[in-house]
């Protein structure tokens, strides 16, 4: 009969007793001690659900990686860098073998940005990731009501890239984008960066118009968004799909030459109405959907 400690021994590899200097304490006491770096500390939390956030017969390892992938995601559009994580699990899975494979997807992630993991808990039930992620700023905190009329609204990279990867996925074709769904990659060098020079920042998580949309009713502005001037992958459903992890930030005209901003996307700009108009042809755009919402 499976257990939890059993379980819990699964990840015990994974968690630096040994004292540093960050983690002071971490696994095995009732609570991690982390030692202070003078700096403000950045904390987001996601909760991702099965056949809510990834399809039931996902491999392990890619529930984990992609959960925690996409917590990180809040980190970068705040302009921070991770620094440690933990972990809430629940799963009525009864196979250890399970378990296993998925700390190896952790495993792999936390390699891959350089975390450490200071604790976790699990818990009976169908299976969700809780993942709690810790970081610092670069420089500035990047906040979603700072936008300014008159700044540009840029996109880091492609949109409906998730999207596409999901669909290959259950139609059992092989594509690159699957990997994108499954692995997303969230690229902590364009948050440091941006976080020089704009003056808003959200991650593409729910779509680009609900995610533009949080932007501007913070910030109690509008914005214009040129169709033509958006990196899709599939067609203009890309818009409100969500899933893809990208940056949609704001900032000042005078840095569009700036080598950095140069290399991402200008799709719009933000004006002093607060109505969100996005034109296609030239001509106003009208969308049933914005973005993900959970409970729809």
């Known amino acids: 009969m499976i ?3 059993a379980i819990l021994n699964c990840f015990q590899h994974l968690v630096d007793l040994k004292k540093d200097d960050l983690v002071i304490v971490g696994s095995g006491d009732d ?3 982390i030692k202070s770096q003078g700096k403000d500390l950045v904390h987001s939390i996601d909760i991702s659900k099965v056949n809510s956030h990834f399809p039931e017969d996902s491999k392990p390892q890619d529930i984990a990686y992609r959960s925690i992938a ?3 995601s ?3 559009a705040m302009g921070a860098y991770p620094a440690f994580i933990s972990i809430g699990l629940t799963s009525n899975i009864t196979d250890l073998k399970w378990y296993k494979q998925f700390t190896n997807g952790v495993e792999k992630i936390l390699n891959e940005y350089q975390l450490k993991l200071v604790g976790g808990d699990i818990t009976n039930g169908e299976i969700s990731v809780c993942v709690n992620v810790f970081g610092y700023a670069y420089k500035n905190n990047i906040l979603r009501s700072t936008a300014k ?3 540009l609204i840029y996109v880091t990279g492609p949109l409906g890239e998730g999207r596409k990867g999901l669909e290959d996925w259950k139609n059992n074709q092989q594509s690159k984008y699957i990997k994108k769904f499954f ?3 969230v690229d902590f060098n364009k948050s440091e960066y941006i976080s020089k020079y704009a003056n808003s920042c959200i991650d593409i998580s729910d779509g680009l ?3 533009l949309t949080r932007i501007c009713k913070s910030s109690e502005v509008g914005a214009e968004i040129i169709y033509e001037n958006i990196p899709i992958t599939n067609d203009i459903d890309d818009l409100s799909c969500g899933d893809d992890y990208k940056l949609c930030y704001t900032c000042s005209p005078e840095f569009k030459d700036n080598e950095h901003i140069s290399e991402d996307f200008c799709i719009g700009e933000i004006k002093s109405d607060t109505k969100i108009i996005i034109k296609k042809d030239n001509s106003p755009v009208n969308f049933k959907k914005h973005g993900w919402d959970s409970f729809e």
């Open 3 to 5: 257990s939890e400690s």
């Open 31 to 33: 609570a991690a001690v």
């Open 70 to 72: 996409v917590a990180l």
């Open 74 to 76: 809040d980190l970068a």
């Open 149 to 151: 009329v008159g700044d």
């Open 183 to 185: 692995n997303p990659k």
């Open 209 to 211: 118009i609900k995610d």
